[in-house]
């Protein structure tokens, strides 16, 4: 089988592309287009106006944390504020004060020997704070020690203390008077939940 001739037609081909004179139409000629001047940048969008200046509000005290468990021995002064400085939990503990409650005296108790005896009411204000975001229950132990550190008296008491609140712990409790004299030191032992 005989293949068709191609090769004239292949050869007529590379002689146009390859002979001068074939004419080659000249390159359109266009004129030159001004291109506009690049726009100015847009503005950037203003950044939000700034709030009408308010006072800076004081920077809040950090948090205290101590432990849920602390014991002080302090000296037993009636009518006097006594310093503290404890921290429990998230609770100031900064001070305790002791009065005498002269008014609400209860003037005679016959005890069993036939004898008779005063009594006091003393007052313990334990001063509180709790700057935190939760509420804390307080459970205070007082001890009254004489020289000797012998218990001459020891109770308790338990106060819910809100959050972001100072307020005072208040205990009236009836004492002998003739112990009072022979009270020295008092022992406070707080703890918090």
Known sequence: MRRPALLPIVLLAASLSASPAVAQSPPVQTAPQETPPPAAP??????????AATPAAPAAAPVPQGPLLQTKVVPF????????????????????????DEANMVQEVVPPSGGSTRYSYLRYTIATENPSGRSWRLAARIRLLDRNGAVVDEFELTERIGKGRAEPVR????????AIQYIDRMEVSFSAS
């Open 171 to 178: 205990l009236k409790r009836l004492t002998l008077n003739y």
């Open 77 to 100: 002064r009636v009518g006097e504020s006594v310093p503290l400085g404890l921290v429990v939990g998230n609770l100031r503990v900064p001070e305790v004060t002791v009065t005498r």
């Open 42 to 51: 847009a503005p950037a969008p203003a950044p939000p106006a700034a709030p």
